[in-house]
């Protein structure tokens, strides 16, 4: 294999062709739609592209399960297959739109994905987009799926942007102003991790800032995060991106200069390098305020084109120019959508009833405003799926002949009325109670889409800018379920949600015979979930985030102090704790010990004791005394193994000895301690994972 070109190479030629350039020409490859250069014979350039499930907005492509779902797998191989094929389609994209003259936004090679903040608090209206709550999840998948986006050869496939930079999940609606407090301790403990890994790791070639402040300074101004942290202290050699018009918000919003010649001189000098926004133009006054010098400028340009030359822009051997149309939107692109979808889902609650039987089935009434919904199934940033599956069609095409299957859309999503406003209000109600009446089992599709959990600005939900208010099913999904209940048929929940869903305690009624939670399942979800439910796969997958009980005991949304938030720091009792999920066989570990070398390995006997062929994940949690460590053990190590009924397996999981290092108040890593506790299993050694999944973690003792 060819070996890939070094930073220094690239950095190399891009200094030999920005040195051709004039002051003027300099400052406009500045922006995220850089202009051609003709007498250069460099062609325009537009760097805003999207792939966090998949190429999004540049029409058709493969769309897999939302980032939050593809989370849920906990398997970065697979994850790392799934980039490479986004890579592939964005690719094949690139080579006939630039064939075509077509260089505009969601064209390119320079993708702003994947988003590796932390899913701090369910009610982020934005957290759907990142893999969950835990920065050792988090920090795995990213270097995961950026090593599949920018993959191995001498020259990038694309450019994977991490995002956004730092310390930023919500509340959507003052994210333009908002100024994010954080301690040292909780900065390089929670929010910091996965973006040093993203570099050291991965190798990511774009980080882009965000548009809070943080401890007072702006993102995309912050020299402590871009100069001193991540350029100083992590070696970063690619380049940095603002977030769309986050340059304008330090002077408009954040009010933290004076306009925008400062923030632009402020900028630069901290280590951006790309607008996205509107105000490169003010480096000609910044410059002549003496507030940055043309060489400042000339650095951000060769970063920039530094990528471009790592991305093959220039050369003339760059085996990914020859990808065809073809290779997007393949079927077995589409099959491995579906894969994912399949090991995405997350079984909650299974009373014995799942999974359904065919054979003896007559009729099975699909109800609520997610069964048939498009949206639900594609989550934000997405592409345009060619084919997709509803979990309705999904369930229609799976029954057997002969097999009545009874729709109604029951209620609206979060609007009082279902379809016709001409009506009186619940106007669905009615047929969905009526449906379930004449059937032997009810599957209720409900939950939420991205009009209602998204970006401020591109969710629907404009009172809440994005972010939920409550953890309760919104509009009239509550009361449609209790009507459903109350007709005495078996009834499961399917949720479509991107973050935690309460059923204020109706997960608990009699007649509530399961509880799945699909996430936003992608293009095939509809397959995937048939799939489950029928038994021809078993449900696998482990939650990224933990479900609360309602949002009573949790900090404030605007407090960024970790005390009491996520699974590490939580002293209550959750609806269902991160790294839960039940199969429909028993998979435990029955044995386990650690040998310490240069690495603690953890060899565990894994054995599946049910009936049914599954896979399951071993997690290995650590537990610290010592002064700085987490109040509740840590994930440190996982992996997702495949068993037969009654099949015994050894696997062995690797812990780098850095993970017993702790977090003081200064920021700094230390092994504060040489005796720890790991629990190794198949979901946390909690009491509520125990008394939910009636499987208890063997404890194994490590002295480092």
């Known amino acids: 294999m060819t070996e890939m070109m070094t930073h220094e190479e690239a950095r190399n030629q891009a200094a030999e062709i920005v040195a051709k350039m004039t002051l003027d020409e300099k400052i406009d490859q500045i922006s ?38 593809l989370a849920a797998m906990f398997d970065p191989e697979l994850l790392t297959e799934i980039a490479d094929v986004i890579a592939t389609e964005g690719r094949a994209k690139n080579n006939a739109f630039t064939a075509y003259g077509d260089r505009d936004i969601y064209k390119g090679l320079t993708f702003w994905s994947p988003n590796v903040n932390i899913f701090r608090d369910p009610r982020w209206g934005r957290g759907h987009e990142t893999y969950g709550e835990d920065p050792f999840l988090t920090s795995t998948l990213g270097v995961a799926f950026i090593k599949g986006l920018q993959g191995q050869a001498k020259y990038l496939k694309l450019a994977a942007t991490a995002k956004h930079f730092a310390v930023h999940s919500g509340p959507e609606g003052l994210r333009h102003e908002f100024d994010a407090q954080v301690s040292d301790k909780d900065l390089f403990e929670t929010y910091l991790p996965a973006f040093e890994a993203a570099v050291k790791e991965a190798d990511v070639e774009g980080i882009m800032t965000a548009y809070n402040a943080i401890n007072g300074v702006p993102a995309s101004v912050n020299t402590r995060l871009l100069q001193d942290i991540l350029h ?31 923030t632009m001189g402020q900028a630069i000098k901290a280590g951006l390098d790309l607008v996205a926004g509107g105000i490169e133009q003010s480096l000609h006054e910044a410059l002549d305020r003496d507030l940055l010098t043309e060489a400042d400028i000339t650095q951000a340009v060769v970063s920039l084109y530094a990528t471009r030359v790592r991305l093959g822009m220039f050369a003339d051997d760059c085996e990914y120019q020859n ?15 579906q894969k994912a979808a399949e090991k995405s889902i997350v079984m909650l609650k299974n009373n014995g009833l799942l999974p359904l039987n065919k054979e003896s089935l007559k009729s099975i009434s699909v109800v609520g405003p997610n069964a048939d919904s498009v949206r639900a199934l594609i989550g934000n940033y997405f592409g345009t799926p060619s084919k997709k599956t509803t979990i309705l069609e999904g369930i229609q095409k799976a029954v057997t002949p002969g097999t009545r299957v009874y729709y109604s859309i029951g209620c609206g ?18 047929e969905a109670v009526i449906s379930a009446q004449h059937s032997d089992v009810v599957v209720a599709v409900m939950g939420l889409d991205s009009t209602i959990e998204g970006e401020q600005g591109d969710a629907g939900n404009s009172q809440g800018a994005g972010d939920k208010e409550s953890l309760s099913l919104p509009g009239r999904q509550m009361q449609l ?16 949600a991107g973050s935690a869903v309460s059923l204020n305690g109706l997960q608990d009624h009699p007649n509530m015979a399961a509880v ?76 386990a010990r650690a040998t310490v070398a240069d690495e603690v390995l953890i060899n565990a006997t894994v054995k599946n004791a049910g009936t049914y062929e599954t896979e399951d994940v071993v997690q290995v ?19 997702r193994v495949h068993l037969q009924p009654g099949e015994t397996q050894e696997i062995v999981i690797a812990l780098p000895k850095t993970v017993f290092e ?4 200064h920021g700094k890593r230390v092994i504060n301690n040489t005796t720890f506790m790991a629990s190794v299993g198949v979901n946390q050694p909690d009491e509520r994972s125990v008394e939910l999944s009636d499987n208890k973690p063997i404890n194994v003792i490590i002295n480092l």
């Open 232 to 262: 100083k202290e992590w070696a970063f050699e690619g380049h940095v991106v603002s977030d769309y018009a986050a340059p304008e918000d330090v002077h408009e919003n954040h009010h933290y200069t004076a306009d925008a010649a400062e």
């Open 32 to 69: 995220w739609k850089a202009p051609a250069i003709e007498r250069l014979d460099i062609p325009e350039y537009n760097y805003w592209n999207e792939a966090l499930h998949g190429v999004a907005r540049a029409g058709v492509a493969t769309v897999f399960p939302q980032a939050i779902g």
């Open 662 to 665: 702790t977090v003081d108040d």
């Open 481 to 496: 379920l209790e009507r459903l209940l109350e007709t005495g048929k078996p009834v499961i929940v399917l949720l479509t």
């Open 323 to 337: 990808i065809p149309f073809e290779a997007n939107d393949t079927e077995a692109h589409a099959n491995l959508s």
């Open 621 to 639: 949690y650590v537990k610290d005394d010592s002064e700085f460590a987490t109040p509740n053990a840590a994930l440190k190590g996982f992996q």
């Open 516 to 591: 799945i939670n699909a996430w936003y399942p992608g293009a095939r979800g509809g397959d995937a979930v048939a799939r489950i439910l029928f038994g021809e796969v078993s449900p696998s997958g482990k939650l990224p985030v933990t479900f609360y009980k309602d949002l009573s005991d949790l900090p404030a949304f605007t407090d960024y102090a970790m005390t009491n938030r996520t699974y590490r720091y939580y002293t209550g009792t959750p609806l269902y704790p991160f790294g839960y999920g039940l199969t429909y066989s028993k998979v435990e570990v029955t044995e």
């Open 413 to 430: 999503l979060f609007q009082p009325h279902a379809e016709s406003w001409l009506a009186k209000e619940d106007e669905r109600e009615s």
